[in-house]
DNA sequence: ATCTAAATTTAGCCTCGACTAAATTTATTT
DNA sequence: AAATAAATTTAGTCGAGGCTAAATTTAGAT
């Protein structure tokens, strides 16, 4: 039988180091500490340890935040994958709602064999979102290019359909599934308002006016 | 969110505890040390510290072996129906054989939520025994109590149906399955060899000689 | 250019759960 | 009943990965 490695909290720290990278610039140590919740301090010790380890998954220097290795980001890429695959899972086949599977694959993501990977990869048919429209990474561990546009930037007129819904809390998904605002659904704009940013739109026969801070969340493709 | 709580290896140790009690003598240091792979002092500080914890899960004396309390057996049943629901689970929805789950399923029975277990549970018919024929503890944690004999003692035109197989190895696992000796077969006893203990098996038209240790690790219930 | 506030790092400490080596207790054999 | 062997426990150590408090660095504002 295997020793387990302690291999648990370094894909943690790497799944947010990716996270918070995505645009270019260093995860510093204080958001890095507020996405794991725990305090700076540890994050630093950690990092530092990290970044001087054999197989080089982090570059870090001194104050400047510390950003992946090509290595590392295929670790972080390989969790994340497991994370979408999971929530895809769960939601497809025992009846979770989006709402809910976000806590339990966090937990799963960590323990799941390449083996199981492939194979709820391929019940599923290889999906290339999740539930909530997140694009899942490649088998070979590419992140797809993501082309959607925030809904915050349509005006009326525009049709689109909705791809990704980026939003973690469960009482704000809940909401937008009771506004049958989900990936998949055409939806159209009918009226906007520059004094507050608020959108009007159609979503079947449904008339919701949408503000900025939900709108800024949802992401779409246009109709032509 | 929720410390992760170090109960981790206190389910292995309370599970294997669990498997080593249920012919009702102690479990001793050595013999968990064994099963779980660890060194036997390290069985003796961890079982101490146990044994000193505010839910009361284990009974300890020294030199005396260590058992479970009705609370600590509790919780080996909760890892024990985790454990068999999910090999159920991985065999009836993503194709594992018998002789892969074990791994797996090891995994998973730690962090899988009640949710979880109640799902695959009702998705799956509320099965009673695993793909080994293992009974499955019930959703209130009792143990079912088994009542098959070991096929090693039938004795020719005996009939039977096969409920459980006992093995781990997955080479054997495989053997057996080759040989169709699987959960739900059933068989006839043609001939029984006094001398070396060999039981001549017929399995639909396949005529299997089976050695002593085969027959005593395969459990079966005997058609009237 | 300096001063202050915020971010980060350092230093030292703690708990967990393993380990080794040595001591002790129990069991077996003569 | 003593002697040896086997099992178990004790004592002390280690690495992981957190934490706090204090020191230091960077950044923003006057």
Same mark, same amino acid.
């Given at each position: 039988m295997k020793k387990s490695a302690s291999t648990q909290s370094v894909q943690d720290y790497l799944k947010h180091i990716y996270e918070l990278t995505e645009k270019g610039s260093p995860a510093s140590t204080n958001d890095l500490a507020r996405e794991l919740d725990?305090?700076?301090?540890?994050?630093?010790g950690m990092i530092q340890k990290l970044a001087a380890e054999k197989p080089t998954l982090v570059e870090y220097q001194k104050h400047q935040g510390v950003t992946l290795?090509?290595?590392?980001?295929?670790? =972080?890429?390989?969790?994340?994958?497991?994370?979408?695959?999971?929530?895809?899972?769960l939601v497809q086949t025992?009846?979770?709602s989006w709402d809910e599977?976000?806590?339990? =694959?966090?937990?799963?993501?960590?323990?799941?064999?390449?083996?199981?990977?492939?194979?709820?990869? =391929? =019940?599923?048919?290889?999906?290339?979102?999740?539930?909530h429209g997140e694009l899942i990474p490649t088998a070979d561990l590419k992140m797809p290019v993501d082309d959607t546009t925030p809904l915050s930037s349509l005006r009326p007129s525009q049709s689109a359909t909705i791809q990704r819904v980026a939003a973690a809390d469960p009482n704000l998904l809940r909401h937008l599934d009771s506004l049958g605002l989900t990936?998949?659904?055409?939806?159209e704009v009918t009226e906007y308002s520059a004094f507050d940013?608020?959108?009007?739109v159609k979503v079947g026969r449904k008339i919701n006016v949408l503000g900025l801070n939900i709108t800024t969340k949802i992401f779409v493709e246009l109709i032509s």
């Open positions: 725990i305090k700076p301090a540890s994050v630093t290795t090509p290595t590392g980001k295929r670790a =972080a890429l390989e969790v994340i994958r497991h994370h979408r695959l999971l929530e895809t899972w025992l009846g979770y599977v976000h806590e339990e =694959a966090e937990r799963l993501e960590h323990v799941i064999s390449e083996d199981f990977e492939r194979r709820i990869a =391929a =019940a599923l048919g290889n999906p290339t979102r999740d539930p990936p998949g659904i055409q939806i940013n608020n959108l009007t």
